[in-house]
C-alpha cells in the first residue's frame, strides 16, 4: 500500500507513503487515494481531513513520470483530478494540507484543492510542467491566479520557478509557516479550531 490512512475522533489522516519517490503519485497510488476521497465524502462522521506525505523531504512531488499506466488524452481532460482531490467537487469536508517539504507539480495542485495549508519552514512550492513540455492541467492553470497575484502565479507556472513557505504565506496561499518540529501541533492547533465550529456551518461555508 503506498498509503496511509487514519480515523480517529472525527479526523481523517491520509498520508501518500512513498518517500523514496518524495510522495509522487502513480496510477496504483491515485486509485487508492479517488477511494479515500469516497469514503470520506459518503462518511458525514468526518469532520476534518489532514493530508500529507510521509518523511520531512516532499509533500508530493507530482505524478511518478517513469508510470506508463496512468489516463492520457480524451480520458485525461474529462475525468482526471490529480490524487482525486485537485478538481474535486462534492466534498464538503474541510482538507487541511500539512505541506513537510516540496509540493510540485501535481502535489501543488492537491495543496491547492485543499482548503487550509500550514507548511514548514523548509516547503517549496512550484508547477515544473512547462519545464517538461506539459502544462498544470489539474488545478494549477485555473486556481492558482485566483489565490496569489496573476503575475506571480504567471512566474511559478511560464518560468518553472519555485516558491519557499514564507513567499506563499505572504501572499496568502499558505494560513501559518512553522519550523519542522512544530509541524504536527500546529496542523493540531488548528484540527481542534475545525472541531470547535458546527460541523453543519463548516460544511455549508465549503459548499458554498
Same mark, same amino acid.
Given at each position: 500500500?503506498?498509503?496511509?490512512?487514519?480515523?480517529?475522533?472525527? *479526523?481523517? /489522516? *491520509?498520508?501518500?507513503?512513498?518517500?523514496?519517490?518524495?510522495?509522487?503519485?502513480?496510477?496504483?497510488?491515485?486509485?487508492?487515494?479517488?477511494?479515500?476521497?469516497?469514503? *470520506?465524502?459518503?462518511?458525514?462522521?468526518? /469532520?476534518?481531513?489532514?493530508? @500529507?506525505?510521509?518523511?520531512?523531504?516532499?509533500?508530493?512531488?507530482?505524478?511518478?513520470?517513469?508510470?506508463?499506466?496512468?489516463?492520457?488524452?480524451?480520458?485525461?481532460?474529462?475525468?482526471?483530478?490529480?490524487?482525486?482531490?485537485?478538481? /474535486?467537487?462534492?466534498? !464538503?469536508?474541510? %482538507?487541511?494540507? /500539512?505541506?513537510?517539504?516540496?509540493?510540485? $507539480?501535481?502535489? +501543488?495542485?492537491?495543496?491547492?484543492?485543499?482548503? %487550509?495549508? %500550514?507548511?514548514?519552514? @523548509?516547503?517549496?512550492?512550484?508547477?515544473?510542467?512547462?519545464? %517538461?513540455?506539459?502544462?498544470?492541467?489539474?488545478?494549477? +492553470?485555473? +486556481?492558482?491566479?485566483?489565490?496569489? &497575484?496573476?503575475?506571480? =502565479? !504567471?512566474?511559478?507556472? +511560464?518560468?518553472?520557478?519555485?516558491? $519557499?513557505? =514564507?513567499?506563499?504565506?505572504?501572499?496568502?496561499?499558505?494560513?501559518?509557516?512553522?519550523?519542522?518540529?512544530?509541524?504536527?501541533?500546529?496542523?493540531?492547533?488548528?484540527?481542534?479550531?475545525?472541531? =470547535?465550529? =458546527? &460541523?453543519?456551518?463548516?460544511?455549508?461555508?465549503?459548499?458554498?
Amino acid at each position: 500500500m503506498a498509503l496511509y490512512f487514519e480515523l480517529k475522533d472525527h *479526523v481523517a /489522516r *491520509v498520508t501518500i507513503d512513498r518517500p523514496d519517490r518524495m510522495n509522487a503519485v502513480d496510477a496504483a497510488t491515485h486509485k487508492e487515494l479517488e477511494g479515500i476521497w469516497d469514503q *470520506v465524502e459518503r462518511d458525514s462522521s468526518i /469532520r476534518c481531513v489532514v493530508l @500529507t506525505g510521509a518523511g520531512d523531504k516532499a509533500f508530493c512531488a507530482g505524478a511518478n513520470l517513469k508510470d506508463r499506466n496512468g489516463p492520457t488524452g480524451v480520458d485525461y481532460w474529462s475525468s482526471f483530478s490529480f490524487g482525486g482531490i485537485s478538481l /474535486r467537487s462534492g466534498l !464538503n469536508t474541510p %482538507i487541511i494540507a /500539512r505541506v513537510n517539504g516540496v509540493a510540485l $507539480g501535481g502535489g +501543488m495542485e492537491m495543496v491547492l484543492g485543499c482548503d %487550509i495549508v %500550514i507548511a514548514a519552514e @523548509t516547503a517549496q512550492f512550484g508547477l515544473p510542467e512547462a519545464r %517538461i513540455g506539459r502544462v498544470p492541467l489539474d488545478g494549477g +492553470m485555473n +486556481m492558482l491566479q485566483r489565490l496569489i &497575484p496573476r503575475n506571480v =502565479a !504567471n512566474g511559478v507556472m +511560464m518560468a518553472g520557478r519555485m516558491l $519557499g513557505a =514564507a513567499e506563499m504565506h505572504a501572499y496568502g496561499l499558505v494560513n501559518a509557516v512553522v519550523p519542522l518540529s512544530d509541524l504536527d501541533a500546529e496542523v493540531d492547533r488548528w484540527v481542534q479550531d475545525v472541531l =470547535a465550529c =458546527a &460541523p453543519l456551518s463548516v460544511r455549508a461555508i465549503k459548499a458554498l
